[in-house]
């Protein structure tokens, strides 16, 4: 653990330990959760792999979103339940495609699966079988990875994706030769 990271996590415990014994006038046991949440979710902000330490709030939409805006692979700790929010999986799909691995079933959903291949062409070994055998799904995980991602899809189709990768390798390759000449 390097040094900077230490010092802010004991920053965050020692904010959470002065609110656990400070005495709150009026609000009492509410205004203590509330102070919680707001340490939770600056700890999540700073760095959503936080959530791994925060086992209270692994079920807490807010901070779990939170989390998995600022790092997709804080989508590991998320409660099972929230593993199956459409939101939160499509939020840390989109800011790690690799993040679909813990998607639980929503693998099985074309628009999670395609943000996360759009973002990381790899991501698609994490989706359902179903999908690896979309055609758009496969094309976009390649022009991200190139040929790399044929090794997720089924045998039958990796003949006619590996000839459209192909031609769109040879677009972009003339599309590169060619835009010094056409503007």
Do not use: C
């Not at 593993?83 to 499509?90: F, G």
């Not at 813990?102 to 698609?124: F, H, M, T």
């Amino acid at each position: 653990m390097d040094l900077d990271y230490q010092q802010k996590y004991l920053k965050y415990k020692k904010k959470y330990l002065d609110l656990k014994y400070k005495e709150y006038s009026g609000g009492g046991w509410l205004d203590f959760l509330k102070s919680k949440k707001t340490i939770a979710l600056n700890a999540v902000t700073d760095d959503g792999y936080n959530l791994y330490k925060l086992k209270d709030f692994q079920n807490d939409r807010d901070v779990v979103l939170a989390a998995v805006q600022q790092n997709g692979f804080a989508l590991k700790y998320a409660s099972e339940e929230l593993k199956k929010d459409r939101e939160i999986v499509l939020a840390a799909v989109r800011q790690n495609g690799y993040a679909l691995e813990y998607a639980s079933e929503l693998k099985k959903d074309r628009e999670i699966v395609l943000a996360a291949v759009r973002q990381n062409g790899y991501a698609l070994e994490y989706a359902s079988e179903h999908l690896k055998a979309d055609r758009m799904i496969v094309l976009v995980a390649i022009k991200n990875n190139n040929m790399d991602a044929l090794k997720y899809i089924p045998i039958n189709l990796r003949k006619e994706v590996k000839q459209k990768a192909i031609e769109l390798q040879n677009e972009k390759r003339r599309r590169d030769i060619l835009s010094p000449y056409m503007n």
